[in-house]
């Protein structure tokens, strides 16, 4: 059987943790932060698990992650 390629796209977006599981960055923090409040912007700074609703799928683009 042919190897499989990986998502270079979300080879680049996600990590794996020692548990197995992904880890991302969340979205809209890059501009339009005037209207933001500082919390939520504080909270945005922090790295998040992938859903688990997600994780088939993510699979199947990361196969060697």
Same mark, same amino acid.
């Given at each position: 059987?042919?190897?499989?390629?990986?998502? =270079?796209?979300? *080879?680049?977006?996600? !990590? *794996? %943790?020692?548990?197995?599981? /992904? $880890?991302? #960055?969340?979205? &809209? !923090?890059?501009?339009? @932060?005037? $209207? !933001?409040?500082?919390?939520?912007?504080? #909270? /945005? =700074?922090?790295? *998040?698990?992938?859903?688990? %609703?997600?994780?088939? #799928?993510?699979?199947?683009? @990361?196969? &060697? @992650?």
């Amino acid at each position: 059987m042919p190897k499989i390629k990986t998502k =270079r796209a979300a *080879a680049k977006r996600f !990590k *794996a %943790t020692g548990t197995g599981k /992904l $880890k991302r #960055n969340k979205a &809209y !923090k890059s501009h339009i @932060l005037t $209207k !933001k409040s500082t919390k939520r912007k504080r #909270n /945005l =700074r922090k790295a *998040a698990m992938t859903d688990e %609703t997600n994780i088939k #799928n993510m699979k199947k683009v @990361l196969p &060697y @992650l």
